[in-house]
């Protein structure tokens, strides 16, 4: 809101620099934005915040500076010459929607000439930005800026039957606006209405039928209070956001409709020659009731640190308009001002005090007591986490939470539950929340592949949430992409390609940092984005944790990746909220490894991992590891099969095995394997 | 030495000399050294030729004559084994310009650099750190935090719906006080990193997802004045020793009294610039003491209880700690961009 220098000086003496006003003005919760030199006039920004209707205008600007300087304020005056006792014309209101409409105040100016306001308003309305209309528009914009209060002017004649009658609109009921749009209304909007018709939206805009304009000589003025959340919703609802709404939604002043009524009607009668031709019609079913808060000086102490000085506090209550009703054993009884909207606790005091203390002036200390440390597993196993991926050289990314549903779900490893709509989406091509990480782990490789950029390996820990059975699901999950070369020396040929493989050591490495020991793998073939036969699902304790692998060609195709893409995710959930595990520190051995090395051949269908798991199902227990040495597959090899050279190492924690043990050793698992997975000997 | 043995010795010099290879050597071990056809073996053979009484002279100087041909023998060995070593270090010297390996280099995302930083200076200061969901209720969000319904002071958190209304995208981190306050009993002294969404359209300044860490403080006694002397401590840590703090009256529906944070401008010192808009601070966080509306929301009596919160734009902090000219690039994750912070993690 912009507060010209001069207009303030209306009310107050001063003579602190626009500079120094902007800096006490902010540092008393009048935050100022800039200043700027406008004529010979000089300009504020401020940018009032919600709970200070009162301060949207130049008088309570210059309320507050006031107090903070200790000079009087002068307010605007008001005709002294007694208003008619009777009305010369028919004239009535009432209220029939007392519950939204507290206070309606009214009067009829006769033999106004609507014509330009002098050169001085039309200076002041443009200086604070408003355009010039015509001195009876004008003179109601002026009281606005000057006393906050939104005032409305009617053409008394196409009032029927002179009558105003606040009202429910009724359901279906139109309105043309002032700005010439026709709205139709429903039975919750307040209405003003003449006999008949709703002649104006109460508190957001007037009508057009009873618009002043040329033809204009009599007028009636409307000074009222409408309950915020009442104007708010209709304004709303029908998407409009008037200077009266704005102001009537934070809180209007109930004390105020009269005397800006009186304020308004003596510059019309001033400027545009006209005549009160009624008295002061004010309908006030409703009476301000100023709740009487109580101030307890310890309590000023407990949340601000310091002792106020008595005198200090009663004054700067009184100087703001608060009543101090009484004090005794330590405590203050308040009323605060019908304008001060956001003053109704004893909290709400206090900042009063502390505000006009200075917050600079307030002790600086440290709270004096320790916490119970309360910091989730959650939290701290995925910091492990995300260390562990970029000690494997993967960056961390973030990425949109807004997502297509088509992008989400190709990239989803589960298809469970699904997107949460957005119902006010921002972009239209991304109305969900994501459920996924992987969709934005393919654009983000895909966006820096475009860039040129080589050998990239990227992860992201991050929420994302389905509609599961009516219920937001949570699900925090890490998704790991990658595409070129992790060890790259290419000059000397020892370049190391991504490929499952890696993925598959990041996935492993990954779950043994979360104290995971043992997973199991199955194809995942059936997982639609990633490529058959160069995929797999993991699970641990017979549940599905997470999806890795190749991106699927065909879908690689249509992104147009121009290499091979890696993509991995893990669902965290049941990790992170796993105990932690126990260590327990286990001897060396100080025997020796023997080792014997198997070369055969085996059919394709039985896996390296069925070996594996058949060879420790032996429970042999001097089998301490089976390693893969080579695989080949090649014109020596009988078709359908392949050849594996396996590495058993054998070890007794007790002794040295013998040469001859180890060979038993080896023995028995030969005859289990022939027998089991008829392996043929090369 | 007698005389035939100095000739010797003599000719063993000469040939040492013109010794080159490997080969040569071996060739001069065989023919001095050699067990049976060695000219040393020869020589030790002769004693019997000798006369008695000349053969312990004689033998003295065999035995010299071996030891200065060993010796001689031992030089030359070295030397050529030298100059071996050096021709070989000269064959295989290296281009030691050429490119190393790349070996893979991860980082941290710089706003959760930034986030882990704030994290870090309020765990020292004994806090712990809390979390709550990203999609909230109306009544976490706004209603426990009084804002009441249809009131304007919603509107300066343009929210996003989800599900048919029936949930809304978290617009601060503040909820996490309310879910805090339910569960946990006061003494507390927490943060709540998070992302946060509102409905700003993408700019330079402006990401409709962003990143707050809250603070709250519950206890019998808390006040403005340890807010302040919190923050003071918090910003001497973040930014720099000798930064100023001023807290300025605001209003946030949950805090009474509020606060606005500001800290002198670590651009320019205090003194103006472009990025302070000539003003000498810089706005970082707001702040309060817990409204007792909050504390009653949560169950607990406002008599007994004092607090304050606080609530930080993580993102913000990261664009005035790196100079960041567009909010944008944190979210196109660049690698080139990434790979800038790595020297600071
Ligand atoms: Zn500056």
Redesign the pocket.
Known sequence: MKISLNWLKDFIMLDESSVDLAHDLSMLGLAVDTVATVGPDEILELDITANRPDCLNHLGVARELSVAYGVPLRRPGVPTAPLPEVAAVPVEISIAGEDLCFRYCGLVIDGVRLQPSPQWLQERLEAVGQRPINNIVDITNYVLQELGHPLHAFDFRRLKQGRIIVRRARRGEKIETLDRQVRILTEEMLVIADAEDAVALAGVMGGAHSEVDEGSTSILLESAWFLPTSVRKTARQLGMNTEASYHFERGADLEMPPYALLRAATLMTELAGGEIVSPLIDVYPRRHQPPEITLRANQLRRLIGIDAIPDFVEKTLQRLEFQVVGYDDGAWRVRPPSFRVDVSLEADLIEEIARFQGYDRLPSTLPAFAAAPVTARLTRQRDRLRMYMRESGFQEILTNSFVSTRRDAEFSMDNRGANIPVDNPLAEEEPFFRANLLGGMVETLKFNENNFNQNVRLFEIGAAYRLEDEKINERHRLAVGAYGEYIVHKWMARNQPVDYFYLKGVIQGLLERLGVSGFTLAPGDDIAFLQPGHAAVFSVDGHVRGVFGLLNQKISRDWKFRQDILLGEVELNSFLSLPEPAFAFRHLSRFPQVTRDLSFTVDNKVSFGTIKRGLFGLKIPEIVDVKLLDLYKGEDVPQGRRALTVRLVFQDPQRTLTDREADTLRDRVTGFLVKEYEIRFR | MRKDLEQILVEFRQEVERVATDEHLKQLHGKYFSREKGVLSAQLRRIREIPVAERPGFGQDVNLLKQEMEAEFDRLTRTLADEDYHRRVEQERLDITLPAVGLPRGSFHPIKMVEQELCGIFERMGYSIVEGPEIETDFYNFGALNFPPDHPARDEQDTFFVAGGRYLLRTHTSPVQIRTMQQLAPPLKIIAPGKVFRKDTPDATHYPIFHQIEGLVVAENVSLADLKGTLHDFARQFFAPDVRVRLRPSFFPFVEPGAEVDIS??????????????????EILGAGMVHPNVFVNCGLDPEEHTGFAFGMGVDRMAILKYGVPDIRMFWENDVRFLNQFWYVQ
């Open positions: 401008c670590i651009f320019c010192g205090g003194s103006g610039c472009r990025i302070c808009k000539q003003s000498g601070w810089i």
